[in-house]
C-alpha cells in the first residue's frame, strides 16, 4: 500500500468498473445482481483502513499538527461533493435531452447523497477552521460557494417534495440541479473577487509522500461508498417511480 | 361516421381521428382507450356525467396534455408530435377564460392578437360577441356570460379549423347562449370541424349529427345525435 | 423576427396590466421602503448607515422582487392565461423573454424611485456619474429579473408555494447582490481603485449566462404537459 501508482491504478480499476456497471444499469441490465454491496463493501474496507492510516499512521501536518488528520475527511468529502454535483448537473442534462425516467432517480440519489458529502464537507471544514484561523467560518469563495450550492440543492430537494405529478417532477428537478450547477459555479468567481483569504489549494506536491497516498485511499474509499450509495438510492427511486405507474390499460371493449 | 375498433385503419379523411387514446394522471387511467372520427367540417356532440373524462378528452386534443397512449391526428399530422404547428389551427374554449383580469374586453384581445400575430378587426369582434360597449371596464368586472362571450371572442382571433368546446352553455343566461349557438353555426358554415361537450343536449344536438356518451374514460355509446334526444339522454 | 416580436408583445402585455392596476407594482415601492426603513433600525449606530446605503437597496430590492415576480405570475394562472399562452402558440422562448423584460423595466423602474429615499434616510457619499450608476442599476435589475422569471414560473405552480420562490432564488442570486452592491458602494464612493469596472464585467457575465440558459429551462418546463 505504500506505492502511489499502485493504488492509482487500483482506484481506477474500481472506477471503471463502477462506470460500467452504472452504464449497465442504466441500459436496464444487471437488474437483479446487487453490485453496488460489493463496491460498498469494498469501500467500507477502505474507509476503515484510511482512517486507521491517516489517525495513525500518517506522519504529522507540518503546519497544523494533529489537528491536520481532519484533511483525511475535509479534503475527501470536498473532492467527492464537487464530483457528485457535476455528475448531478450531467444526469439532469441527459434526462432533458433524452427524457429516461432512470436519469431522473439518478438526478434524486445523486442529489441526496451530495447534499450529505457537502455537509459533512463543512463541518469538517469548521472544525478545522476553528483552531487554523481562529474562527468557524470565514467568508472565503469556496465557502460561500459551497454554502450557496448546498442551500440550492436543498432548495431543489424541497421542490420535489411537493410536486405529484411524476413528469413535472423529473423535468423541475433537472431544471433546478443545472440551474444550482451554474450558481455554484458563478458565486465562486464573484465572492473570489469579493475576497480571498483562503490558503492556496494544496496540490500534491506541495504535502509529503505519505500524505498523498493516504489521501487518494480515503479518497477512492468516499467514492466506492458514494457509488454505493447513489445505486442503492438509485434502486429505491427507480422501484417507487415503478410502483407509482398506472396499471396496464384496461382491455378494449366494443361499443 | 362511428368506425369500428378494428377499421380504424381504414379511415383515411382529413378530419379528426382518434384511435385508442389513453391518458392517466398519475396511478388512474382517466381515458382509456377512447376511439372516434370526425370527418373535416363535421361536428360531434359529447356528453356525459362530470368526472367522465371530457375535459380530459378535450385537452389531450387540444395539445395541452401529453397522449400517453394510442394516438390523435388532425389533418394527417400526429397531434402530439407536430403540435406546434397545430396550435396554431386547434381551439380549446374551456373553463378557464385565458384572460387577464386587470384589461379591458378590447386590450384582452389586443395582446392576445399582438401575441399571436394575428391582425383581426377587434370591434368587429367585439360586437359579434355584443361586448361592444363594456369600454374600459376591466375583465374583474365583467358577469360570468360576459367572461364567456369574451373567451370566445378571443378564440375567434385564430381562425381555427378545429374548436374543442367544452361548456360552451354553461353559466349563461338565454341571450348569451343565442350568441354561442350562432358563433357554432356560423364557425360550422366556414368548414370548421367541431367537438362539442356539453350538457344542454338539444342545442347541440341541432349543431352535431352525432354524438357520444363517455362513462369512467370510455365511449359506452355512439350514435346519432337524436336517438340521444329521442332516449331522453339516455340512449 | 417574430420571437423579438412576440416576446415584445409579451411584455407589453405585463406592462399594460400593471399600468391598469398600478397598486400593486407600487405595494412593491412602499414593500421596499418599509424595509429600508426598518434597516437602519438593525445598525448599532447611524454613522453605519452610509457604508451600507449601496447594499442596503439591493437586498430591499432583492426582497422585493420576490413579491412582484410572484404577483407577475399570479396574473397568468388567475385564468390560466399561462396554459393559454402555451396553446396559442406563443413559443416558450418569447414567453420566457418577455415576461423576464417587463419584470426587469419594472424593477429598474422601482430601484430609480427608492434611489432618493436612500439618498436621504442613509445620506451615502455621493461621487458617482449618474450614467454609470444607472448601468448598473440596470445590468442588477436584469440579473435578477432572468433567474427570478425562471424560479417564479417553477413556484407559482407548485403546491405550498409561498416559501419556495426565495430559497430557489436567493441562492441563485447570491452573485448579483454580491456585485450589485459593491459595484454601487465602490461607484457612490469615488471608485479610487477602478474596481466598479471588475464587478460591472461580472454582472455582464451573468446576465449572459442567465438570460442564455434561463430561456432554454424555461421551454422545458413550458413543454411538460
Not at chain 1, 489537528?67 to 434526462?95: D, E, K, N
Not at chain 1, 423541475?172 to 465572492?191: H, N
Request: one cysteine or more.
Amino acid at each position: 500500500m505504500s506505492n502511489p501508482d499502485l493504488m492509482l491504478a487500483f482506484g481506477a480499476g474500481g472506477v471503471a468498473t463502477a462506470l460500467l456497471a452504472a452504464i449497465s444499469m442504466v441500459r436496464g441490465g444487471l437488474k437483479s445482481f446487487r453490485w453496488e454491496a460489493y463496491v460498498g463493501a469494498f469501500g467500507l474496507g477502505m474507509v476503515l483502513m484510511g482512517q486507521y492510516m491517516g489517525l495513525f499512521v500518517a506522519p504529522r501536518e507540518r503546519m497544523m499538527g494533529e489537528v491536520g488528520r481532519i484533511l483525511y475527511v475535509h479534503v475527501p468529502s470536498a473532492w467527492l461533493t464537487m464530483l457528485i454535483f457535476t455528475f448531478t448537473c450531467i444526469f439532469a442534462f441527459a434526462f432533458l435531452m433524452s427524457g429516461k425516467r432512470i436519469f431522473d432517480s439518478l438526478v434524486e440519489s445523486s442529489i441526496e447523497v451530495g447534499v450529505i458529502m457537502a455537509i459533512l464537507l463543512q463541518v469538517t471544514g469548521s472544525l478545522f477552521a476553528k483552531p487554523t484561523w481562529g474562527v468557524y467560518w470565514d467568508w472565503d469563495p469556496r465557502l460561500v460557494s459551497t454554502a450557496v450550492m448546498t442551500l440550492s440543492f436543498v432548495g431543489v430537494l424541497i421542490l420535489r417534495s411537493v410536486l405529484d405529478d411524476p413528469d413535472r417532477r423529473a423535468t423541475w428537478t433537472s431544471v433546478g440541479a443545472i440551474l444550482a450547477t451554474l450558481s455554484m459555479l458563478i458565486t465562486y468567481f464573484s465572492v473570489r473577487l469579493w475576497r480571498t483569504l483562503h490558503q492556496m489549494q494544496s496540490s500534491p506536491d506541495s504535502v509529503s509522500d505519505p500524505m498523498v497516498v493516504i489521501l487518494r485511499a480515503n479518497a477512492f474509499a468516499f467514492l466506492f461508498l458514494s457509488i454505493f450509495f447513489i445505486a442503492w438510492r438509485t434502486r429505491i427511486a427507480v422501484a417507487r417511480a415503478q410502483a407509482d405507474e398506472a396499471p396496464p390499460l384496461p382491455p378494449e371493449v366494443p361499443v | 361516421m362511428a368506425s369500428t375498433p378494428d377499421s380504424h385503419n381504414a379511415v383515411v379523411h382529413d378530419g379528426l381521428v382518434v384511435h385508442d387514446l389513453s391518458r392517466r394522471f398519475g396511478p388512474r387511467w382517466v381515458l382509456a382507450r377512447v376511439g372516434f372520427d370526425v370527418p373535416p367540417g363535421d361536428a360531434l356532440l359529447v356528453v356525459g356525467h362530470n368526472g367522465c373524462g371530457k375535459t380530459t378528452l378535450l385537452r389531450c386534443l387540444a395539445t395541452a396534455l401529453k397522449i400517453h397512449h394510442g394516438s390523435a391526428r388532425f389533418g394527417g399530422l400526429d397531434m402530439w408530435e407536430n403540435r406546434a404547428e397545430l396550435r396554431h389551427k386547434v381551439a380549446l374554449l374551456s373553463h378557464d377564460s385565458h384572460l387577464y383580469e386587470d384589461l379591458s374586453a378590447r386590450q384582452n384581445l389586443d395582446v392576445w392578437a399582438k401575441m399571436g400575430g394575428l391582425h383581426k378587426d377587434l370591434d368587429a369582434l367585439l360586437e359579434r360577441v355584443g361586448l361592444e360597449h363594456t369600454g374600459k371596464r376591466p375583465v374583474r368586472a365583467f358577469s360570468a356570460g360576459m367572461r364567456r362571450r369574451l373567451a370566445l371572442a378571443r378564440v375567434l382571433l385564430k381562425d381555427p379549423s378545429l374548436i374543442l368546446f367544452d361548456e360552451p352553455f354553461s353559466a349563461l343566461d338565454p341571450a348569451g347562449r343565442a350568441t354561442v349557438a350562432g358563433v357554432l353555426q356560423e364557425l360550422r358554415e366556414r368548414g370548421a370541424t367541431i367537438l362539442l361537450s356539453t350538457h344542454h343536449h338539444e342545442i347541440g344536438a341541432r349543431f352535431a349529427d352525432q354524438a357520444m356518451r363517455m362513462k369512467e374514460g370510455r365511449i359506452v355509446w355512439k350514435g346519432p345525435s337524436h336517438e340521444l334526444l329521442s332516449s331522453g339522454g339516455h340512449p | 423576427m417574430t420571437l423579438l416580436k412576440q416576446s415584445l408583445a409579451v411584455a407589453y402585455k405585463d406592462l399594460l396590466t400593471e399600468w391598469r392596476q398600478p397598486s400593486r407594482i407600487a405595494g412593491v415601492f412602499f414593500f421596499c421602503f418599509a424595509l429600508l426603513l426598518l434597516f437602519a433600525f438593525a445598525m448599532p449606530n447611524t454613522q453605519m448607515l452610509s457604508d451600507i446605503a449601496g447594499g442596503t437597496l439591493w437586498l430591499g430590492l432583492l426582497l422585493a422582487s420576490t413579491r412582484s415576480l410572484d404577483q407577475s405570475f399570479h396574473l397568468e394562472m388567475e385564468n390560466g392565461a399561462l396554459e393559454g399562452m402555451v396553446l396559442w402558440p406563443v413559443p416558450p422562448l418569447a414567453m420566457f423573454y418577455g415576461k423576464a423584460l417587463a419584470n426587469a423595466l419594472l424593477l429598474t423602474l422601482v430601484t430609480l424611485a427608492l434611489t432618493p429615499l436612500v439618498v436621504v434616510l442613509y445620506h451615502p457619499v455621493w461621487n458617482g456619474d449618474i450614467p454609470t450608476f444607472l448601468g448598473i442599476v440596470a445590468l442588477g435589475c436584469l440579473a435578477l429579473a432572468a433567474p427570478g422569471t425562471l424560479v417564479a414560473a417553477l413556484s407559482v405552480q407548485a403546491r405550498g408555494s409561498s416559501a419556495l420562490l426565495p430559497l430557489l432564488m436567493f441562492p441563485l442570486v447570491v452573485p448579483v447582490v454580491v456585485a450589485a452592491s459593491k459595484a454601487t458602494t465602490l461607484h457612490l464612493e469615488g471608485d479610487i481603485m477602478s474596481q466598479v469596472d471588475d464587478w460591472m464585467r461580472l454582472l455582464v457575465m451573468f446576465n449572459l449566462a442567465h438570460w442564455a440558459l434561463d430561456g432554454w429551462l424555461f421551454t422545458r418546463i413550458a413543454e411538460d404537459g
